[in-house]
């Protein structure tokens, strides 16, 4: 499956932003989608996992409340509302797809080529 993230941009402190994240290919509604982000000078981090079928999300701590995942299979599209955006939260975004859950980059086998998302202080 070929993903495509898009939707990123410069937005001020406690502004939102939704990331969009295209598939293509093999039929995205099989795989278990995730969202990840590279700040730079940091390891890429883990922030949401959502379940094929799109009815079980988990998050990392630092996002849960202000960040939802979503997906709508008939568009083969995986999405990110980012809330209550802090400078902290400006990294390269990028999407994922794999068989199973996981919070960790190893457990995907497909990546988007990542959307910048700034935040302004």
């Known amino acids: 499956v070929q993903l495509q993230a898009s939707g990123g941009g410069l937005v001020q402190a406690g502004g939102s932003l939704r990331v969009s994240c295209a598939a293509s290919g093999r039929t995205f509604s099989s795989y278990v989608g995730a969202w990840f982000r590279q700040a730079p000078g940091k390891e890429r981090e883990f922030l949401a996992t959502?379940?094929?079928?799109?009815?079980?999300?988990y998050y990392t701590d630092s996002v849960k409340g202000r960040f939802t995942i979503s997906r709508d299979n008939a568009k083969n599209t995986l999405y990110l509302q980012l809330n209550s955006l802090k400078p902290e939260d400006t990294a390269v975004y990028f999407c994922?797809?794999?068989?199973?859950?996981?919070?960790?980059?190893?457990?995907?086998?497909?990546w988007g080529q990542g959307t910048q998302v700034t935040v302004s202080s």
């Open positions: 994922a797809a794999g068989m199973a859950y996981s919070t960790r980059r190893e457990g995907y086998d497909y």
């Open positions: 959502i379940s094929s079928g799109g009815y079980n999300t």
